[in-house]
């Protein structure tokens, strides 16, 4: 397979082409990957009073559920989110992980994971907020920890 990239700014939009002789399994898997991408999200709405904020994914260090809202926590703020835990699981990209029936992190904001007898406890980056990683959830995010890109 040859992969070829152009980038111009004769451009408006960006364009996938996919030359091949047949339509194979792996053409569908590669159209089922793209589509996938496509579909993830890149930014989300996030509401603080009377006012929507456009977070940016990288910004975000987890999401919660409380009282059946979930939030989305920055260094600063927690801002609500009209999605469920289980769309945002399924939309977020590789560096977010379910950690717990109530919360999903951004493991590339980890600075630290610490076992301790209340639990095991993440601490961010540049923020005093902390969050508990269920045992049930540890395993992979152990894996995933030792994955990321430093």
Known sequence: MKIKVDISPQ???KEIVIHANKNDD?????????????TRFHSL???????????????ILFFETNDRNVYAHTKDN?????????????????????I??????????????????????????????QIYVSRRFLKSLKIKLNQRKV
């Open 11 to 13: 451009y408006s939009e």
């Open 26 to 38: 792996e053409v569908q898997e590669i159209l089922h990957n793209i589509k996938e991408v496509e």
């Open 45 to 59: 709405n996030g509401y603080l009073d009377d006012t929507v904020y456009s977070l940016q994914l990288r910004e």
């Open 78 to 98: 927690a801002f609500l989110i009209h999605y469920r835990l289980y769309e945002l699981e399924q939309n977020l990209p590789d560096n977010f992980l379910r």
């Open 100 to 129: 717990s029936k109530s919360a999903i992190l951004n493991v590339d904001e980890i600075l630290s994971l610490t076992r301790s007898v209340t639990g095991n406890v993440v601490q961010f980056r540049d923020s005093y907020k």
